[in-house]
Structure formats: C-alpha cells, structure tokens
C-alpha cells in the first residue's frame, strides 16, 4: 500500500473508502497511521474528490489509553488535515463478526460484557457508506453508525445461535481463566487477544446515531434477521455454470490467454 502504487489505483476515481484493520486485531498502531498517510498523499495526487474513514463507535479520546484506539484517532486527525473533502463513518460492532467466535460448534467469550452493542449489519452500512459519499452534507463531519437494538457480546451470540445454529453453545470464560490457559497451555494468540477483550468488555460505545439516522438513513436490519439471512445463503446451493457458459469460456480463454471471469 505505498503512496505510488495507491495513487497509479486512484486514477480516475472519485473517492476513496479507508477500511483499516479491525479494531485490535493485527495492529500494531503504525499500521492506522501509515495506511492513513499513504492514502492521504495518493488522493492528494490523483485528484480524488472525496476520502470516507471507516474508524469505530469507541474512537473517542476518552479511551486513547487503549493503543488500537489512539492511532485510529490519530489516523482520522490525517483524514481531516488532508486537505481533501472527508468523512468519517464509526460503526458499532458488525454482525458479521459473529461467525469468527464459534469454534466446532463452541462460542467462547472472554470476560464479563457489561455493554451493549448497536450491531451492524454490513449491507446496511455499504448503503450509508454510499449514502454519504453521494451527499455534499457529510462533507466535514464524523458520524456514528448504531444497529437497530443493543446487545453484549453473550446476548448477540445467543440470538445468532438460537436463529443460525441452535446446537451451538455459547460459553463465557472468566478472564482469569483465560489468562491461566494462556500462561500454561502457552498459547501466545490468546494472551495477545486478552488485552483487547478487557477493553472491549468494560468499554461503552460512543456518539448518536440521530444525524446518521436522518441524514444518511437508518442501519435497520436486526440481528435475528441478518442470522436468517446468513441461514439462507448457507442453504442455497452455487449455481454451476451451463455447458454452454463453460464452453464459451473454454473458448474465451484460447483466444486471449487470460482466464474468464465468470
């Protein structure tokens, strides 16, 4: 992602979307803050009329202690000094997040949540995403993305097992726990994940979702429907292509020595 090959990809584009890595999870800081810079220069120099910032509802000074949450904030500051017409989204937790805590039919959490979450369901902030690089009124401004209803982590696993899989089963480990089967079953991944999960558990999200809501529609999909939905999608079965739809590929590809997209 260096500044010349970012903006060699920006050429002839209207704006560019930031989505740095989720909160916490293969960060090390630098990352937010590179990527941010990287982006900045590249849309500097390839014109690009808007830069959208996807950053998180718990970016907020008051929790820059936390590493992860300071270089975001630190990122989003380039955004705005940049010079180009930005803005900033912050999504509570997204929905499809969920599937990654079950593991062989077993959901783990780490801690006691105290907080509930307004989670998100991705199709629903693609459309406020595009919602706000298509208005002149985001321009300049930072805004909370909230799902319809809030739940702790345990209670949104417990909705999206009891619509998905209901033979999942959804298990809260005390953090001291956690931390002794990190120390004696050496298992760096979960030791570097505790910090994150003690933050996560004892933190509120932040802002309002009221400007969101009327400027740029309502993130309205419940956690019961997109399970549903995601059900669905497991159900129907990839349609293969006709014989017909082969063969023309077949034949796409002798004539011009690249694979066919379908």
């Known amino acids: 992602s260096d500044v010349d090959s970012l903006a060699s990809s920006a050429n002839g584009c209207a704006a560019i979307v930031v989505c740095p890595p989720p909160l916490g999870f293969e960060t090390n800081g630098e990352t937010e803050r590179r990527l941010a810079y990287n982006v900045v220069e590249a849309a500097r120099r390839s014109g690009i009329e808007r830069l959208c910032y996807v950053s998180s ?4 000074p008051q929790y820059a202690r936390f590493a992860p949450v300071k270089a ?3 990122a989003e500051q380039l955004i705005r000094e940049s010079g180009v017409p930005w803005t900033i989204l912050r999504p509570s937790w997204f929905m499809e997040a969920l599937p990654r805590f079950v593991h062989n ?5 780490f801690g006691k949540f105290r907080h509930p979450w307004h989670w998100v369901a991705a199709s629903d902030f693609g459309r406020i995403a595009l ?19 809030g739940y702790t982590l345990p209670e949104a696993l417990e909705r999206y097992r009891l619509a998905y899989d209901p033979e999942i089963d959804v298990q809260v480990i005390p953090m001291w726990k956690v931390r002794l089967l990190a120390t004696v079953a050496r298992k760096p991944a979960i030791k ?10 004892s933190t509120p999200e932040t802002g309002s979702a009221v400007e969101t809501n009327e400027l ?7 956690l019961a429907e997109w399970a549903e939905m ?6 129907t079965p990839i349609e293969e292509p006709s014989e017909e739809t082969r063969t023309e590929n077949a034949e796409l590809e002798m004539e011009t020595g690249e694979p066919s997209e379908e």
Do not use: C, Y
Request: hydrophobic residues 45%; without cysteine.
């Open 131 to 149: 919602a706000a690089l298509d208005s002149p009124k985001a321009i300049g401004k930072s805004f909370t993305v909230l799902g319809p209803r």
């Open 230 to 235: 995601e059900l669905e999608r497991r159900r």
């Open 105 to 109: 039919k077993k959901a783990h959490v």
């Open 72 to 74: 975001l904030l630190e």
């Open 216 to 222: 740029l529609g309502a993130a309205n999909t419940t």
């Open 192 to 201: 570097q994940v505790i910090p994150l999960m003690r933050f996560l558990a």
């Open 57 to 60: 509802s718990v970016v907020d």
